[in-house]
């Protein structure tokens, strides 16, 4: 007799498998009402600084004299109490928030919006910033995280700095309890056990000496649950190969 090997029992959606969203504290986000014309500036105060479970990059809360409040992940060097601009007309200083349009070339900012007035999706994990490289009339020029160049609307906003929390993951786990707790906290699986790891019983790759699956690991798309685990609906089985093509 088998066992309900681990897609299964994730398939079921039970609080062992579910990330715990209850304990996170709010989305980083810039509100929507700031965004307005090139003249304005919308000056706010760091209120506190908070860790939330899940996420890497510390988090503050700000408060804007507008009476708005939002939270953002914090840049390196920024502290409670602190003022913070949001405009196109704002100071460049660290934490401030400014449309591309009004960024100088060269300069490093993180948490960047992908359409104007969508909050911020880029550049937000710890230790991650992007470069403006260049203004062109496509639009704003940016080097992202990856290495990668490419063309923002003038009116996306971005913070100035590099995120902190940088030195993270530099620091070893040490013990597998930690490593387990960061797991949960992400809703991720945790320990990877490799199928034919496993006996017969756990896993249809399971079982053997030599540690081979012992049957196609291509499935279809159909496939029950038990059984739908290797390289799912597959276009091709094994290494993609250039193919010469005669005229």
Avoid at 59 to 82: A, R, T
Avoid at 197 to 203: D, K, R
Avoid at 219 to 231: I, Q, T
């Amino acid at each position: 007799m088998g066992k309900r090997i681990l897609v299964q029992r994730r398939g079921r959606g039970t609080p062992t498998f579910r990330a715990a969203t209850h304990k996170r504290i709010a989305q980083a986000k810039y509100p929507s009402s700031t965004f307005v014309e090139h003249g304005s500036v919308f000056k706010g105060v760091v209120k506190e600084i908070l860790h939330e479970p899940g996420r890497g990059a510390p988090l503050g809360f700000v408060k804007l004299e507008n009476g708005d409040e939002f939270y953002n992940v914090i840049p390196e060097g920024v502290s409670i109490g602190q003022e913070i601009f949001m405009g196109a007309a704002a100071p460049m200083e660290i934490g401030n928030v400014i449309p591309l349009g009004s960024i100088p070339e060269g300069t490093i900012i993180c948490n960047i919006e992908r359409a104007p007035s969508d909050g911020g999706k880029i550049a937000r994990s710890s230790g991650a910033y992007a470069t403006v490289i260049a203004h062109t009339p496509e639009g704003t020029i940016v080097k992202l995280p990856s290495g990668k160049t490419t063309a923002f609307n003038d009116f996306c906003r971005a913070t100035l700095g590099v995120v902190a929390g940088a030195g993270r993951t530099e620091k070893p786990f040490l013990k597998a309890g930690e490593k387990h707790h960061l797991m949960v906290a992400k809703g991720r699986t945790y320990p990877k056990v490799k199928g034919v790891a496993m006996i017969a019983a756990y896993h249809p790759f399971g079982g053997g000496r030599h540690k081979h699956p012992g049957k196609p690991t291509t499935v279809k798309r159909g496939a029950p649950p038990g059984r739908k685990v290797g390289l799912i609906a597959a276009r091709q089985a094994g290494r993609a190969v250039k193919r010469k093509y005669k005229a």
